[in-house]
C-alpha cells in the first residue's frame, strides 16, 4: 500500500479587496475597462465603466496563512475594502500573473523562492532598494 496522501487547508485572516478606479481624463484601451452598455454622461460622449474588483492577495505570505484543522474553534476573517489606481492595479496584477507562472514553470512547488522576494520587499526601506537598484544599473553600465 502507498503513502496516504494528506491535504492541509488553510485560511487567509485577511482578504484585502481592492477596486481599481479611472480618473476623469485618462485616458484607456476599451478592452481593459467593462463599460456600461447605453449609460453616457450628458454629452453622450463619454461612458460609464464597472471598476475591477480585485482580490489583493500579492501581499500574501504563507507564513500569514492559518492551518485549519479539529483545534480551531472559530475562524476570525477582516475584510478590507479600498481603492486602487489603474496603474497600480495593472502593476499588482501583472506582478501577480508573473509569480504564479514563476510557481508553475518550478513544477508546481510552494513558492517559498517568492515569498522570500515579497518578504525583502516587505521588510527592507524603499530608500536602499532604489539605491541598491541604480547601483546596479551603474555597475553594469
Not at 25 to 35: I, N, P, R, S
Not at 69 to 95: E, R
Amino acid at each position: 500500500m502507498g503513502p496516504s496522501l494528506h491535504s492541509t487547508n488553510y485560511l487567509r485572516l485577511r482578504l484585502n479587496v481592492s477596486i481599481s478606479y479611472c480618473r476623469p481624463g485618462d485616458a484607456y484601451a476599451a478592452k481593459d475597462v467593462h463599460l456600461v452598455p447605453g449609460a453616457r454622461d450628458a454629452t453622450g460622449t463619454k461612458g460609464f465603466y464597472k471598476p475591477v474588483v480585485f482580490p489583493n492577495d500579492f501581499w500574501l505570505l504563507r507564513s500569514h496563512l492559518t492551518e485549519i484543522n479539529t483545534t480551531t474553534p472559530n475562524l476570525p476573517l477582516q475584510i478590507t475594502f479600498q481603492p486602487m489606481s489603474y496603474m497600480k492595479f495593472q502593476l499588482f496584477a501583472s506582478m501577480t500573473h508573473g509569480f504564479d507562472e514563476a510557481i508553475k514553470q518550478q513544477g508546481g512547488g510552494t513558492g517559498a523562492e517568492l515569498d522570500e522576494v515579497k518578504r525583502m520587499l516587505l521588510e527592507t526601506n524603499p530608500w536602499f532598494l532604489a539605491l541598491t537598484g541604480l547601483v546596479s544599473i551603474l555597475h553594469t553600465v
